[in-house]
C-alpha cells in the first residue's frame, strides 16, 4: 500500500518527523545502561514484592538504572486526562524534565506510565505551541525541559534490547511443562502509532519471554481484551468483574497453570476479581505473575526471596506442578532431547506419513515420545516398539521443526542394544559385524556359477583394531 504525499497518516508521520529532526528530539536507541527508573505510584505502594522481583531480575541480567527524588505520578490518564488536559502534559512533562536532568531515559514497569509518557512525548513532538507553553510552565518552577527523554517498558528492554535467547541461557529452574496465559494489556499496545511496543493485533514479545523459560504460551480467545480494572474505578463493579471473570474463565477452561502479567493495574484486577467472584459461589484459582517474578524464579531466585507468599491468589497449586513435571523430567534419560520432543508431540504434523502406521493401525510412533516424556523410558527401551521405526527419515523431512522422530527412536535402540536387547535378528546382525566387520558371509558357489572371482577379504583384524572401546554394554 503507498500513500499519497500530502493525505492522511502518510503527512501526519511526515509532519512528527520533521519536527523531531528540527528539534533534535529524534527517539534515541535504549541502552540497557541508560534509565532512570519510574516506579509509578502502584507498585511500591501496594505490590512492593513485584519492584523486589523487577529489582532482582534487572540486576542478574546487568541493566543498569538510577533513582532519584521528585517524581510524582505519571500522570494517570483516565483520571487526570480527563479532569485537566493542561494538568496531565504539565505533570508528564514535569517528570520527563527531571529524567533529562539526570541526561538519561525513563525505564517504566506499568503500562499507564508507559502510555502517558509515550502520548504526551508524542504530543509534544507534534506541536511547538504546546512544547512552547510546557517548557514556559516548567521554568517558572525552575526546571528546563527540552523534549529529548524517551521511555521504555521493561518488556521493552527484555524482548528488543536483551533479548529471549539471552534469557534462555540463564535459565537454571526451565518450567517446561507449565502453560500460561499472557496478558499484555491495552495500553501497551495502544491506541498506535503512539503507543505500541508489539503489533496491536498479533504481540508475540510477551510470548517470547514467558516461552524461552520453558513456558507454553496460549494463543487464546480473549488474548487482547482489556482487563476492565478502569471500570472498577468509574461506578462499574459489576462489569470490571465480568471483564476479568471473561479471561480466567477462558483460561481455566484451556488449562491454563497461571496468567501472566506486565503491569500493576492488571495484577491487582485479576487477583481481586478472583476473591469477588467467589463471593459469588464460583471458584476461580489462576495463579497471577507479573514477568519478572515469573522469570526470577527460572533464573535461579526462591519464592520467599521474591515475597510469593504475598500474593492474594494462591501461587502454590502452580508450584505443585512445577515440582511434578520436574520430577518426571529427571526420570527421562538426558540421552533425550527432552524440549525438541514437547514440541513434536504437540505437533503431530506427521503422525499419519509414516510407512509403517500404513501396514499397522496398531503403531502409533508419537505415543513412544509421550511414554518417555512421562518418565516411561524402561519401558519403551524393553519394549517393541522402537524397533518398528524404519529409520526412513519420512518423519525428518517433513518436520516443521527439523526434528524427526528417528533421533528417539535410533537413541532408544542403542540403549536397548547396551543392555542385550532388541530382536534376535538385529543383535545376530551387531554381532556379525563385531567379528567379521561385515554383516553377511558370500555365497562362493553361487558366485562361481556365475563366474565370479571370490570375495576379497576384508579388513576385519584392523577395523576391530580401529574400534576398540567404541561398544558399550552386552552387544560388545
Same mark, same amino acid.
Given at each position: 500500500?503507498?500513500?499519497?504525499?500530502?493525505?492522511?497518516?502518510?503527512?501526519?508521520?511526515?509532519?512528527?518527523?520533521?519536527?523531531?529532526?528540527?528539534?533534535?528530539?529524534?527517539?534515541?536507541?535504549?541502552?540497557?545502561?541508560?534509565?532512570?527508573?519510574? /516506579?509509578?505510584?502502584?507498585?511500591?505502594?501496594?505490590?512492593?514484592?513485584?519492584?523486589?522481583?523487577?529489582?532482582?531480575?534487572?540486576?542478574?541480567?546487568?541493566?543498569?538504572?538510577?533513582?532519584?527524588?521528585?517524581?510524582?505520578?505519571?500522570?494517570?490518564?483516565?483520571?487526570?486526562?480527563?479532569?485537566?488536559?493542561?494538568?496531565?502534559?504539565?505533570?508528564?512533562?514535569?517528570?520527563?524534565?527531571?529524567?533529562?536532568?539526570?541526561?538519561?531515559?525513563?525505564?517504566?514497569?506499568?503500562?499507564?506510565?508507559?502510555?502517558?509518557?509515550?502520548?504526551?512525548?508524542?504530543?509534544?513532538?507534534?506541536?511547538?505551541?504546546?512544547?512552547?507553553?510546557?517548557?514556559?510552565?516548567?521554568?517558572?518552577?525552575?526546571?528546563?525541559?527540552?523534549?529529548?527523554?524517551?521511555?521504555?517498558?521493561?518488556?521493552?528492554?527484555?524482548?528488543?534490547?536483551?533479548?529471549?535467547?539471552?534469557?534462555?541461557?540463564?535459565?537454571?529452574?526451565?518450567?517446561?511443562?507449565?502453560?500460561?496465559?499472557?496478558?499484555?494489556?491495552?495500553?501497551?499496545?495502544?491506541?498506535?502509532?503512539?503507543?505500541?511496543?508489539?503489533?496491536?493485533?498479533?504481540?508475540?514479545?510477551?510470548?517470547?519471554?514467558?516461552?524461552?523459560?520453558?513456558?507454553?504460551?496460549?494463543?487464546?480467545?480473549?488474548?487482547?481484551?482489556?482487563?476492565?480494572?478502569?471500570?472498577?474505578?468509574?461506578?462499574?463493579?459489576?462489569?470490571?468483574?465480568?471483564?476479568?471473570?471473561?479471561?480466567?474463565?477462558?483460561?481455566?477452561?484451556?488449562?491454563?497453570?497461571?496468567?501472566?502479567?506486565?503491569?500493576?493495574?492488571?495484577?491487582?484486577?485479576?487477583?481481586?476479581?478472583?476473591?469477588?467472584?467467589?463471593?459469588?459461589?464460583?471458584?476461580?484459582?489462576?495463579?497471577?505473575?507479573?514477568?519478572?517474578?515469573?522469570?526470577?524464579?527460572?533464573?535461579?531466585?526462591?519464592?520467599?526471596?521474591?515475597?510469593?507468599?504475598?500474593?492474594?491468589?494462591?501461587?502454590?497449586?502452580?508450584?505443585?506442578? /512445577?515440582?511434578?513435571?520436574?520430577?518426571?523430567?529427571?526420570?527421562?534419560?538426558?540421552?533425550?532431547?527432552?524440549?525438541?520432543?514437547?514440541?513434536?508431540?504437540?505437533?503431530?504434523?506427521?503422525?499419519?506419513?509414516?510407512?509403517?502406521?500404513?501396514?499397522?493401525?496398531?503403531?502409533?510412533?508419537?505415543?513412544?515420545?509421550?511414554?518417555?516424556?512421562?518418565?516411561?523410558?524402561?519401558?519403551?527401551?524393553?519394549?517393541?516398539?522402537? /524397533?518398528?521405526?524404519?529409520?526412513?527419515?519420512?518423519?525428518?523431512?517433513?518436520?516443521?521443526?527439523?526434528?524427526?522422530?528417528?533421533?528417539?527412536?535410533?537413541?532408544?535402540?542403542?540403549?536397548?542394544?547396551?543392555?542385550?536387547?532388541?530382536?534376535?535378528?538385529?543383535?545376530?546382525?551387531?554381532?556379525?559385524?563385531?567379528?567379521?566387520?561385515?554383516?553377511?558371509?558370500?555365497?562362493?558357489?553361487?558366485?562361481?556359477?556365475?563366474?565370479?572371482?571370490?570375495?576379497?577379504?576384508?579388513?576385519?583384524?584392523?577395523?576391530?583394531?580401529?574400534?576398540?572401546?567404541?561398544?558399550?554394554?552386552?552387544?560388545?
Amino acid at each position: 500500500m503507498r500513500f499519497r504525499k500530502g493525505t492522511g497518516p502518510y503527512a501526519r508521520l511526515v509532519s512528527v518527523l520533521k519536527c523531531e529532526k528540527s528539534t533534535g528530539r529524534v527517539r534515541k536507541r535504549a541502552k540497557v545502561d541508560d534509565y532512570v527508573f519510574f /516506579w509509578g505510584c502502584t507498585i511500591p505502594g501496594r505490590y512492593p514484592f513485584l519492584e523486589k522481583s523487577l529489582r532482582l531480575l534487572l540486576e542478574r541480567l546487568s541493566v543498569r538504572y538510577s533513582e532519584i527524588e521528585g517524581f510524582t505520578c505519571c500522570p494517570e490518564k483516565f483520571l487526570v486526562e480527563t479532569l485537566s488536559e493542561k494538568a496531565w502534559y504539565l505533570t508528564a512533562a514535569r517528570n520527563l524534565a527531571l529524567a533529562e536532568r539526570e541526561g538519561k531515559d525513563l525505564l517504566v514497569a506499568c503500562n499507564g506510565c508507559y502510555a502517558t509518557f509515550r502520548s504526551a512525548i508524542a504530543a509534544f513532538h507534534a506541536s511547538s505551541e504546546l512544547r512552547n507553553e510546557v517548557a514556559e510552565r516548567l521554568a517558572e518552577v525552575g526546571l528546563e525541559y527540552n523534549f529529548r527523554t524517551s521511555v521504555y517498558h521493561v518488556i521493552e528492554v527484555l524482548h528488543d534490547k536483551i533479548g529471549p535467547d539471552v534469557i534462555a541461557r540463564k535459565v537454571v529452574a526451565p518450567m517446561d511443562g507449565l502453560t500460561v496465559g499472557v496478558h499484555n494489556g491495552c495500553q501497551l499496545l495502544r491506541p498506535g502509532p503512539t503507543v505500541r511496543l508489539d503489533d496491536a493485533a498479533r504481540p508475540v514479545k510477551l510470548d517470547r519471554l514467558a516461552e524461552c523459560l520453558g513456558l507454553e504460551s496460549l494463543d487464546y480467545h480473549s488474548k487482547l481484551m482489556c482487563c476492565g480494572e478502569a471500570l472498577g474505578r468509574s461506578g462499574s463493579p459489576e462489569e470490571s468483574m465480568a471483564s476479568a471473570r471473561l479471561k480466567l474463565f477462558e483460561l481455566e477452561q484451556l488449562g491454563a497453570d497461571a496468567i501472566v502479567v506486565v503491569c500493576p493495574a492488571c495484577f491487582g484486577q485479576f487477583e481481586t476479581q478472583q476473591m469477588v467472584i467467589k463471593k459469588h459461589h464460583e471458584t476461580l484459582n489462576i495463579p497471577v505473575f507479573y514477568y519478572s517474578e515469573l522469570a526470577a524464579l527460572a533464573l535461579g531466585f526462591e519464592p520467599a526471596e521474591l515475597g510469593l507468599d504475598m500474593h492474594r491468589i494462591d501461587v502454590q497449586p502452580f508450584f505443585d506442578k /512445577w515440582r511434578e513435571v520436574k520430577r518426571i523430567r529427571e526420570l527421562v534419560p538426558l540421552e533425550f532431547d527432552y524440549a525438541s520432543m514437547a514440541r513434536c508431540v504437540e505437533c503431530e504434523s506427521c503422525s499419519n506419513d509414516c510407512p509403517v502406521t500404513q501396514v499397522d493401525e496398531s503403531y502409533a510412533p508419537h505415543d513412544v515420545i509421550r511414554s518417555i516424556l512421562a518418565g516411561e523410558a524402561e519401558s519403551v527401551i524393553t519394549g517393541e516398539d522402537i /524397533w518398528k521405526c524404519l529409520e526412513c527419515g519420512t518423519c525428518t523431512e517433513l518436520c516443521p521443526n527439523s526434528f524427526g522422530m528417528v533421533k528417539v527412536m535410533k537413541e532408544a535402540k542403542r540403549m536397548a542394544l547396551e543392555r542385550g536387547l532388541g530382536p534376535a535378528e538385529t543383535r545376530q546382525g551387531i554381532e556379525m559385524f563385531q567379528n567379521a566387520g561385515v554383516l553377511g558371509k558370500a555365497r562362493e558357489r553361487a558366485r562361481a556359477k556365475l563366474g565370479l572371482g571370490p570375495v576379497a577379504e576384508p579388513g576385519s583384524d584392523e577395523l576391530a583394531e580401529l574400534l576398540k572401546d567404541t561398544f558399550k554394554g552386552k552387544g560388545e
